[in-house]
């Protein structure tokens, strides 16, 4: 079939084949090299294109827009922002846990030999020494009187009591009457050897005769000096005037100790040092019944 080159660069039917002389783009033929200059025309290249390397073009996107607006990174802090709580989140999540704070949590089991309250917190089962968490309740109380201000833990006694002293134990309060007044006893000096108590420390009214009696046989003891007495004091007074071993005490005032423990500075020992508490956990149990090894 022969074409022959139109304007539009297409053949015609009718035209015969141009001859071997006269072909396209054949030297010395205007009209030929005008016509393959048109078709040629149609394929410009991309000179742009042709710039960019493989890698690039496969990572051009194909719809991408040039004349937009290029968005910089920081524009996109407010996601930043928004994700910062969650982590603050974890950390309060992640944080240690105490014996305190379980303590605090435990349920009450039972209290053995009238002197150690048992509960339990999971795995954990806590033994507290009920005298040594109510002495160090106490001392607690009584060494916030050291700030200005503050009332002491007394109770009234309804009835003021008279003791009568010896002459050396007579001196000894006189001469500490102010010390004792700071610790929850306000004591009155009749002279003749005898004195009136007429307020003692918290919980222990109709009692006052016994723990004011302990308390001055501690301190003669050894005898501290001006400067050391208050503290020493303090800690008898805490230690004579708390609960003691063997003293029976219902559930609710158990658990009103254990919540009272829980929340002092020291809750771990008593004003003399010795442990308010120590725990088992479940594994120790399984080891001595050889459940585990």
């Known amino acids: 079939m022969n074409f022959s080159a139109t304007a539009s660069g297409t053949r015609s039917k009718t035209s015969p084949a141009p001859s071997a002389s006269h072909k396209l783009g054949t030297q010395g033929d205007p009209a030929s090299a005008n016509i393959l200059l048109q078709i040629l025309s149609g394929f410009k290249p991309d000179m742009d294109a042709l710039k960019e390397t493989p890698e690039e073009v496969q990572d051009k996107p194909e719809s991408a827009d040039e004349s937009a607006p290029v968005i910089e990174s920081e524009q996109f802090s407010p996601v930043q922002e928004e994700a910062s709580p969650a982590i603050i989140e974890d950390v309060q999540e992640n944080r240690v846990i105490t014996d305190i704070d379980r303590l605090a949590a435990a349920s009450f089991v039972g209290i053995i030999f009238s002197t150690y309250i048992i509960l339990q917190n999971e795995d954990i089962c806590f033994i507290v020494d009920q005298h040594a968490a109510h ?135 008593c004003a003399h040092g010795r442990p308010t508490f120590f725990t088992v956990s479940k594994k120790d149990y399984e080891k001595n019944f050889k459940r585990i090894v």
């Open 135 to 269: 002495e160090r309740v106490l001392y607690e109380e009584f060494m916030v009187k050291k700030k200005p201000g503050a009332a002491p833990a007394v109770e009234q006694v309804l009835t003021p009591q008279i003791l009568t002293l010896s002459w050396e134990d007579y001196s000894f309060v006189e001469d500490n009457l102010e010390r004792f007044r700071d610790n929850g006893f306000e004591l009155e000096m009749l002279g003749d050897r005898q004195i009136a108590v007429r307020t003692v420390p918290l919980g222990k009214a109709g009692k006052q005769s016994e723990v004011f009696g302990a308390i001055l046989t501690d301190l003669k003891r050894e005898v501290p000096s001006k400067s050391e007495i208050w503290y020493q004091l303090i800690q008898t007074t805490a230690c004579k005037a708390a609960i003691r071993a063997g003293d029976r005490i219902t559930q609710q005032e158990a658990m009103k100790l254990i919540e009272s423990l829980s929340k002092l500075e020291d809750p771990y020992h």
